[in-house]
Structure formats: C-alpha cells, structure tokens
C-alpha cells in the first residue's frame, strides 16, 4: 500500500512537471539492454524457455527501455519527457529486485541542468530528500565529461547526464537526450 501512495505521488508530480508515463515490461532483450547501449551484460540474468526473443532477460535498469520507447517515438514532435518507476533485477541468491526511478528528456536544446533540476525536484517535493551530484569516472551510456553519480547522505542512489551520442546513433534518435536514474529502494521504500 505504501509503495503504491509513493509511487503515486512520484507520477503525479512527473506528469505536472510535463512527462509521460512509460510502463515497459521487465522481461526485454539482450539488444536494447546491452549490445545498443555498450552496456557490461556480465551480470545478465537470462529467462529460461522464452516465447519470444525481445523478452529474455531481466532488466538491470529503467534506461534502456526509456531510450527504446524514444526511438519509436521519433515521428513526434520534440520536446519528449518520459518516466518510469518500475522493479529492476540484479543477481543474487535469490535474485535482487528493486524500485528504481529514471527519467528522459529528449530535444535540440535540452541539458544536463535541466534533468538534474527535474531529478531533484521529484525527491524534495515529495520526500524532502535532498540529492546532491558528483562527477564521476565514465559510464558507457553517458558522454564523457557530462556524467555524474547522484548521492544522499553520502550514498550513491544513482546517476545522471547526457546520453552519448553513439548511443542515441543506436537508437536512431536524432537529437540530445538527457536522464536519470535512481534507485529508490532504500531510499523512499524499505
């Protein structure tokens, strides 16, 4: 019940700053989560059995299914704002399931100030968290030098900046993209 009401409030405050409600399943494939985003697909956890080969495994993050969802959406107009809250999977005995958060802003202009303003708002409007951002070393999806891990009370709960541009050539998105994501387990919800 309490995960619903948080989750709630975090959509609703979304959706007033101007985004979309993305709701992408947690089976996707190698593809979108790995080969497309240079991402390290050593910690896969694969699904036996599989009826289709666009549902195998088990995301380890929100991000690649937000830039996918851009990527069929590239005959709309710009600016495109989408979110997601959705569980995330990491290996374990048993499997690690998590809430994460993560956002996209997808136009010419857009940058990494306006993401990050956007990202802190959702935790103090809603939970009076406040996030603070540090630079970081580099992660195969973001551009170099434009890239930060966020913290709260000196814990990383995610990270933050513009999308590479290698990356959105693989998406075949034709212009700037910038998001986040966090990891809200342990953070909003126990």
């Known amino acids: 019940m309490i995960v619903t009401i948080k ?18 399943s947690s089976l996707t494939s ?8 240079k991402r390290n697909s050593s910690e896969i956890i694969s699904v036996l059995d599989s009826k289709s080969q666009e549902h195998t495994i088990l995301r380890d993050s929100l991000l690649p ?10 005959h709309e107009s710009y600016p495109q704002k989408l979110f997601e809250t959705g569980v995330v999977f990491s290996k374990g005995k048993p499997i ?5 958060l993560a ?6 202009d857009t ?15 809603n939970f009076k968290i406040i996030s603070e951002t540090k630079t970081s070393q580099n992660n195969e999806l973001f551009t170099k030098g434009r890239h930060a891990d966020i913290f709260v009370n000196n ?13 959105l050539e693989n998406f075949r ?8 994501e966090i990891k809200l387990s342990g953070l909003i919800f126990d």
């Open 7 to 24: 989750t709630k409030l975090l959509s609703q405050t979304a959706v007033g700053l101007g985004f979309l409600e993305a709701m992408n």
């Open 30 to 37: 190698k593809k979108v989560l790995y080969e497309m985003t």
């Open 65 to 74: 299914s937000l830039l996918d969802n851009l990527s069929k959406n590239i």
């Open 96 to 100: 690690d399931e998590s809430i994460n």
């Open 103 to 108: 956002a996209v802003i997808a136009y010419k």
């Open 111 to 125: 940058n990494y100030s306006e993401i990050k303003a956007i990202m802190q708002s959702l935790l103090k409007t």
């Open 155 to 167: 814990n990383k709960i995610g990270e933050i900046g513009e999308i590479d541009s290698n990356i």
């Open 173 to 180: 998105i034709r212009t700037s993209v910038v998001g986040f």
